[in-house]
């Protein structure tokens, strides 16, 4: 089995002729295809919207891309709200779902009039103090701790995680910020993370329409919206299975007919805040190779490192590779493909299965489109790279340039050391 990258090897030939290797680049048509069957999947709700989860790829084209079909903005610091706000989100179309929150964090989410989702039961008065008052619609997440599991034996572990309220929390603060005039309430839970299961959603989603049923009839508050998260996956192993949206969609849907509408709350509207659904599939790192070392283990050089794709690094992530150009050809190596950090960890495929690889071979490693260049940074003093978007007609655009040393050392006080480094 295999996976085939978005882009052909001419293509990239074409780009790298503007642009260097290594970049992200993403794929607009596979993008925006996919938005809107999400859209589809949900449309039995009459208030469903997705609040893009910004973290996963904070590249302002991409968020200002999504908008256009509806999408609003899942926000989680101060930046990422300015970027949201830059690229035209108004107040309903910002969600704050933020965790740790410094306390002027908020009142910059109030001045934009966003969607304040509360972590913890201390930020009533946080918001209070920030904000001057709270504002009429609030949202709190929910934890039930424990172990969450589904029938396929996926599991997490929401009672090891920092985020959201007990349910004794969500009753109290509840009850507190309608005393204080708050006067819609949203409900937001994070259980499990990157599972292609059609069960998760549906389950995650009783849990919380029962609790939203208890809270309406125990404290009398006006729930308006219903909040799954993230947390639906993509299939990074070419074996796995995609999540199958419309599945996803109908159980939601009947989960929601059962619980919700028998109780009067059929007006309540289902927000998602997916992240990698939205976009890993739709992103490529595209990379050279520049070294082969052939020690205790066959390695290949790119020119590409952790820094530009972490996942592998920090949490032994999969991420398909294919050298472009040798789709077809039979995978009789065995290879370490790594990057230049140095730190062993610094390997984006281990005891991999591939073709032949020559120096100069184009490496397309596969959904790199959320978590991927977003989770950059600038160990050994590598710089991040390039972002391309390859458009629905086939042409190519620079939606972010490669940093150069100049911007590495444009937060140093020295800065006059890289005026210097820049006569030799
Ligand atoms: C990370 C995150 C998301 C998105 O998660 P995905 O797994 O990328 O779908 C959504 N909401 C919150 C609060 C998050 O922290």
């Given at each position: 089995?295999?996976k085939t990258?978005?882009?052909?090897?001419?293509?990239i030939?074409?780009i790298v002729?503007?642009?260097p290797?290594p970049?992200?680049?993403?794929?607009?048509?596979?993008?925006?295809?996919?938005v809107k069957?999400?859209?589809?999947?949900f449309?039995?709700?009459?208030?469903?919207?997705?609040?893009?989860?910004?973290?996963a790829?904070?590249n302002?084209?991409?968020v200002?891309?999504?908008?256009?079909?509806?999408?609003?903005?899942d926000?989680s610091?101060?930046?990422?709200?300015?970027?949201?706000?830059a690229?035209g989100?108004?107040?309903?179309?910002?969600?704050?779902s933020?965790?740790?929150?410094?306390?002027?964090?908020?009142d910059f989410?109030?001045?934009?009039?966003?969607i304040?989702?509360?972590?913890?039961?201390?930020?009533?008065?946080a918001?209070?103090?920030?904000?001057?008052?709270l504002p009429?619609?609030?949202?709190c997440?929910f934890?039930?701790g424990?172990?969450?599991t589904?029938?396929?034996?996926?599991?997490?572990?929401?009672?090891?995680a920092?985020?959201?309220?007990t349910?004794?929390?969500i009753?109290?603060?509840?009850?507190?910020?309608?005393?204080?005039?708050?006067k819609e309430?949203?409900?937001?839970?994070?259980l499990?993370?990157?599972?292609?299961?059609s069960?998760?959603?549906?389950?995650?989603?009783?849990?919380l329409?029962?609790?939203a049923?208890k809270?309406?009839?125990e404290?009398d508050?006006?729930?308006?919206f219903?909040?799954?998260?993230?947390g639906?996956?993509?299939p990074y192993?070419?074996?796995?299975e995609k999540?199958?949206i419309?599945?996803i969609g109908?159980?939601?849907?009947?989960?929601?007919e059962?619980?919700?509408?028998p109780?009067?709350?059929?007006?309540?509207?289902?927000?998602t805040?997916?992240?990698?659904?939205?976009?890993?599939?739709y992103?490529g790192?595209?990379?050279?190779?520049?070294?082969?070392k052939?020690?205790?283990?066959e390695?290949i050089?790119?020119d590409?490192?952790a820094?530009?794709l972490?996942?592998?690094?920090m949490?032994?992530?999969y991420?398909?590779?294919?050298?472009?150009?040798?789709?077809?050809?039979?995978?009789?190596?065995?290879y370490?493909?790594v990057g230049?950090?140095?730190?062993?960890?610094?390997?984006f495929a281990?005891?991999?299965?591939?073709?032949?690889?020559?120096?100069?071979?184009y490496l397309?490693?596969?959904?790199?489109?959320?978590?991927g260049?977003?989770?950059?940074?600038?160990?050994?003093g590598?710089?991040?790279?390039a972002?391309?978007?390859?458009?629905?007609?086939?042409s190519?655009?620079?939606?972010r340039?490669?940093?150069?040393?100049k911007d590495?050392f444009?937060t140093?006080?020295c800065?006059a050391?890289?005026n210097?480094?820049?006569?030799l």
């Open positions: 089995m295999s990258p978005f882009v052909t090897k001419e293509k030939d074409e002729l503007h642009y290797t970049f992200h680049i993403y794929d607009e048509k596979g993008m925006i295809e996919n069957n999400l859209y589809k999947a449309s039995w709700n009459k208030g469903y919207k997705e609040f893009f989860a910004v973290k790829n904070a302002p084209f991409i200002k891309k999504l908008m256009e079909y509806g999408c609003g903005c926000c610091s101060l930046t990422e709200l300015m970027l949201s706000r690229v989100a108004t107040g309903d179309d910002i969600m704050f933020s965790n740790d929150t410094p306390e002027e964090e908020f989410c109030c001045k934009l009039g966003g304040i989702n509360l972590d913890d039961i201390t930020h009533i008065a918001v209070e103090r920030s904000c001057g008052r009429e619609r609030m949202s997440r934890n039930p424990g172990v969450f589904l029938s396929n034996g996926i599991m997490d572990n929401p009672g090891d920092k985020y959201g309220m349910e004794e929390q009753f109290e603060s509840f009850r507190i910020m309608k005393e204080k005039g708050v309430f949203g409900l937001h839970s994070f499990c993370s990157n599972t292609v299961s069960e998760y959603y549906p389950i995650l989603s009783k849990i329409f029962e609790l049923v809270l309406k009839n404290l508050v006006k729930i308006t219903i909040n799954l998260s993230g639906v996956g993509v192993r070419p074996e796995e999540s199958d419309f599945a109908e159980g939601v849907r009947k989960v929601y059962e619980i919700l509408v109780e009067g709350m059929g007006d309540v509207a289902i927000y805040e997916l992240g990698r659904y939205m976009l890993a599939p992103g790192l595209v990379t050279k190779v520049i070294n082969e052939h020690t205790h283990k390695y050089g790119v590409a490192c820094v530009n972490m996942r592998p690094a949490y032994g992530a991420h398909h590779v294919t050298v472009l150009g040798k789709e077809n050809e039979p995978e009789t190596e065995t370490d493909v230049s950090l140095c730190e062993n960890n610094d390997k281990i005891d991999r299965k591939l073709p032949k690889i020559e120096i100069g071979d397309f490693i596969h959904d790199t489109g959320a978590h260049f977003a989770m950059g940074y600038n160990y050994n590598k710089l991040k790279s972002e391309i978007l390859l458009k629905e007609d086939g190519f655009e620079l939606i340039r490669a940093e150069t040393p590495y444009a140093f006080d800065f050391v890289y210097e480094m820049i006569k």
